[in-house]
T-cell receptor
């Protein structure tokens, strides 16, 4: 069954630290892997990854996909308190455009 | 105005009542989705629709039904609400390129 597993479930760091969030998935007809940030309510889109080994970057956030090993990581450098959120990853496959989500990683950045 | 609008934003209802959650979008997307979110379980797909008259079950469709009244409108119904349907419900849309889905602000439903 298609499954998306995120780790760690939660993480507490101090401002300025660098964090790495992990996402692994189980699907053979893979289309894309997406990362979202969820603060108070609606998840907001961060990255979409389709090709292995190509890093997507936006400011202090970056993400990369390894299609052979079926995982992705999301890096946040020089963390700020505003980075505190739940980070969700999701995958879509070739036969369907529906997104299957992991349970999320709750990140807390302390001042 | 939000691109994806959900109503109501919050709702408390009694066990056994019928309730409808509504979603409308101005993004012109074909695809619409209903998810529920429970603590520690991420987002789970209830139903999705790729076009008007196209309805597909997701991971957890039991106890729910949907209606795609128009391209821009997708409603979720609980025919007889039960307490374990207490959750945060999200509507989302995407286009045929799918890539990121766009989410509404969520409806917090409490069944007592």
């Amino acid at each position: 069954e298609d499954k998306v597993v995120q780790s760690p479930l939660s993480l507490v760091v101090h401002e300025g630290d660098t964090v790495t969030l992990n996402c692994s998935y189980e699907v053979t007809n893979f289309r894309s892997l997406l990362w979202y940030k969820q603060e108070k309510k609606a998840p907001t889109f961060l990255f979409m990854l389709t090709s292995s080994g190509i890093e997507k970057k936006s400011g202090r956030l970056s993400s990369i996909l390894d299609k052979k090993e079926l995982f992705s990581i999301l890096n946040i450098t020089a963390t700020q308190t505003g980075d505190s959120a739940v980070y969700l990853c999701a995958r879509s496959n070739l036969s369907s455009y529906k997104l299957i989500f992991g349970s999320g990683t709750r990140l807390l950045v302390r001042p | 105005d939000a691109d994806v609008t959900q109503t109501p934003r919050n709702r408390i209802t009694k066990t056994g009542k019928r309730i409808m959650l509504e979603c409308s979008q101005t993004k012109g997307h074909d695809r619409m989705y209903w998810y529920r979110q429970d603590p520690g379980l991420g987002l789970r797909l209830i139903y999705y629709s790729f076009d008007v008259k196209d309805i597909n079950k997701g991971e957890i469709s039991d106890g729910y039904s949907v209606s795609r009244q128009a391209q821009a409108k997708f409603s979720l119904s609980l025919e007889s609400a039960i307490p374990n349907q207490t959750a945060l419900y999200f509507c989302a849309t995407s286009d045929s390129s799918v890539m990121g889905a766009f989410f509404g602000q969520g409806t917090r439903l409490t069944v007592v």
